[in-house]
């Protein structure tokens, strides 16, 4: 089969789709992989038929990026140019591909945001099959708990009803302003219908839908789209054979195992975050290894007890440390679960606030709002989950179901059945 992956974003974005990627291409199929330009390395060294796409670094350095309400339409506009590319580059792949294999089957595997031009694609080639790749439990809208608009949790007695209509006045105010006019002017040149509500049509898309988390973290409720297939945490190495370097050891072994501050491969707007950070640091009298490509987010001066580093893999840092301060990016809390260390998430925009309610539900972690960080709030935080019994018991109870078998030949089959034309069935 051929297989087509079309992502956008940050590496947390690109990292699941390689996982997906490189299992397909193992079990004999074709695959080729629409991403950001900037990710090329990442794809090529994983041995995938890279396709690059436009994108828009800028917005990295956007005041709404990271706003708790407004950062989506952020996002959405960032993405657009790449995103109307891809309803060409698939036609031409499908083309190319149908003249060599006519009777080969295509499968089109998409990033939430892509979903709308995968529409496109499909009317483009009838024969696509869409399969929607949701990599954190709040890309899927619903009524049940636990439910969070932005940074607020929706109270349990709040009926189904007026969370319906709090989710459609909100996606009428800050999303379908902002999507439909271009999705609409794209659809009409096609002789497409009109889509009206956002809320309603980026559902209803996928042939089939890929959850990319465990039901022990996220459950399905019963008004997410169906067929509904929901698979482990992919988490996906770049390089699982790193090292720390000689560097970074030397500091991990010269005293107590240290905490990580993190806000994001992704964020350039953390200057406040990270002084936060040293100071509490210091007045708890624990060490810190500050984890962020831009060296001008941090203070001037660090003090020996802090070390530096512009990237690592979790995977081979988090055995050595302490606990871990995060942004709450699906893959990094995944990643610091699977490492059974205390989390304190500090939640900005997008997924984040409902992956760090999850993690505290678990008994994982806390959560520290951004807008309430200060050396105070962060040192009281970090106090409460250093060292503390009760989340590192509870940590190691959830690295435990990360022991069981790989689901990759599942989810594979499913996305093989789907393009073989069988009918999709919910997990």
Known sequence: MHFILATIGSAGDLFPFLW?????????????????????????????????LPADVAVLDHPHLW????GLAVVWEATRPAMAQL?????????????????ERRVLL??????????????????????????????????????LLGPWPVPAWVPHGARRWLWRALAARFVDPVALPGLNTARVERGLPQVDSMVDYIP???????????DWFAPAPPDWPRPLYQAGFPLYDP???AAPSAELRAFLDAGEPPVVFTPGTGNRQARSYFAAAAHAVAALGHRAIFLTPYREQLPSRLSPDVCWQQYI?????????AALVHHGGIGTTAEALRAAIPQLIVPLAHD???????????GAGLSLRADRVSPRSMRVALAKIIDASSFIQRGARIAERFQAPSLEDQLCARLEALGSGERPVSK
């Open 20 to 52: 997906i990627g490189r299992a397909l291409r193992e079990r004999g199929h074709r695959v080729d992989f629409l991403g950001p330009e900037q990710h090329a390395m990442y794809v090529e060294s994983a041995g995938l038929t890279f396709h690059g």
């Open 67 to 70: 706003h708790a309400t407004r």
């Open 87 to 103: 309803p060409m580059v698939v036609e031409a792949l499908t083309q190319a591909q149908s003249n060599e294999q006519p009777n």
């Open 110 to 147: 998409a990033h939430p945001l892509a979903l709308p031009e995968a529409d496109l694609c499909r009317h483009a080639s009838p024969g696509l099959k869409i399969a929607a790749a949701w990599l954190a439990p709040s890309n899927l809208p619903t009524v049940h708990d636990p439910l």
């Open 204 to 214: 209803s898309i996928p042939d089939l839908s890929l959850a990319l988390f465990p």
């Open 239 to 241: 390089d699982p054979d």
């Open 313 to 321: 893999p979790l995977k081979a840092l988090l055995p050595h440390v």
């Open 352 to 362: 984040q606030f409902d992956n760090a309610a999850r993690v505290t539900a678990l």
